[in-house]
């Protein structure tokens, strides 16, 4: 729910906050039990490259890429966006990318590895097995690379679900503040009550009959979680204009909470 006629991220713009901010996925394959990859990367050409520990399921997914040959095997990757502090609906998004799964061919795999840690230096590219890996041992966890191809990627929400095209999803960017809106949110929740209640004013007053938290922030507004005994509810209180630098990040905040003297104060860093 929004309060205003503004305008809010694209349903790309979430998804891929969403991959900037998921710490892990799940990838899903037919055969195998899920497996959990702590790495998921979209790469210029519309696939995912997914690290899948070696061992344990990981042989299954092999085993059905193989009998899949050139077609791939059907897999489902999903990223789970969780708000940062502990709601009792705690998801705030849940995105799934279905594609089919090939493993990349050894010889690839270094210049690969290159190109997503020249984007994101990931800690987790440092364990991907290459050529010239050694040998894996019991208490060694090492990784292999696999490509999931897109067909489809859908987001739901609170507000429904929506499919997403490859196209848009390419062309989007994640929102400027996703890597650090975890722990200004966790800031303002703990040191900054009477910033969220400023905030919480501005909610009609049907909506402020229960426990107001901070839920989101990106550069075009914050969004609140109202926890009531009739349940939850989520409001977008938009800026008047996006913004894309902590100084005017922080100046949007003060005219949302309707600080009068706005114009004459500093912003403050966060």
Sequence with gaps: MTLANCAAPTTAERIRSTCARAGGALLAVERAEPLTTPLHHLLDDGSFAVAAPIGGP????????????????????????YAPLPLREPVRSLVWVRGRLHQVPTATVPNLLDRIAAEVPNPALLQVQT???????DDDTRY??????????????????EAVDVGALLAARPDPFCTFESCWIR?????????VARLASRLPARLRRGDVRPLGLDRYGVRLRIESADGDRDVRLPFHKPVDDVSSLSQAIRVLMGCPFVNGLRARRW
């Design 131 to 137: 050529p010239r890996s050694g040998p894996v041992v």
């Design 187 to 195: 800031h303002l929740d703990t040191a900054h009550r009477d910033v």
């Design 58 to 81: 990981v042989g299954a997914v092999s085993e059905h890429m193989a009998d899949c040959g050139n077609r791939g095997a059907p897999a489902v990757l999903e990223l789970a966006d």
């Design 144 to 161: 292999v690379l696999l490509r999931l191809n897109i067909e489809s990627v859908v987001v739901t929400d609170g507000a429904g679900a």
